[in-house]
């Protein structure tokens, strides 16, 4: 599908849950990952541009910018991942389909992501972010239930 087509129709998806509403939100599909993508920016900007942009809506842990293995010029496009899950989802409603720079963005989830393949130049914490995520990990919280005394007092 074409991008901008794509872009348009995200956009109307989350125009027609504000609505109608309902309990389930299209963004739930996409809970188990903090990691967004990112397209259609101008090529001169960088990974601290993006950021500056992007973190308006929650703190930004890591950025992969895709450049051009030979120039090392960005491409314009590049996924981020957030601390929390949750500025997925407001990100991706605000800032899709804005324009910066006379271009316009285009802002999705990313169900999956892969790490890049180039293993062997990373350091060790960022191997460790490539691999495991950066998206926070579920903490099962145990509620201790009190028993209460059967007897009534009267």
């Not at 309990?23 to 990952?33: F, G, L, R, T, V």
């Not at 809506?57 to 949750?86: A, M, P």
């Not at 997925?88 to 790490?115: F, S």
Request: neutral net charge; aromatic residues 10%; charged residues 30%.
């Amino acid at each position: 599908m074409n991008p901008l087509t794509n872009m348009k129709n995200v956009l109307k998806l989350s125009e027609h849950e504000l609505q109608h509403g309902g309990k389930k939100s299209w963004h739930d599909m996409y809970k188990d990952s903090a990691w967004i993508f990112v397209a259609g920016f101008p090529y001169t900007l960088t990974e601290g541009d993006i950021v500056c942009v992007f973190s308006q809506y929650g703190e930004v842990v890591n950025i992969n910018l895709i450049r051009d293995s030979k120039t090392g010029k960005s491409k314009g496009f590049c996924f981020l991942c957030y601390e929390d899950q949750r500025s997925t989802v407001l990100a991706v409603d605000n800032l899709n389909g804005i324009k910066i720079l006379d271009r316009t963005l285009r802002v999705d989830h990313v169900a999956d992501y892969k790490p890049p393949k180039e293993n062997e130049k990373m350091d060790e914490e960022t191997l460790r972010l490539y691999m495991e995520g950066c998206a926070p990990k579920p903490q099962l919280q145990h509620i201790k239930t009190e028993k209460k005394d059967s007897k009534s007092y009267r």
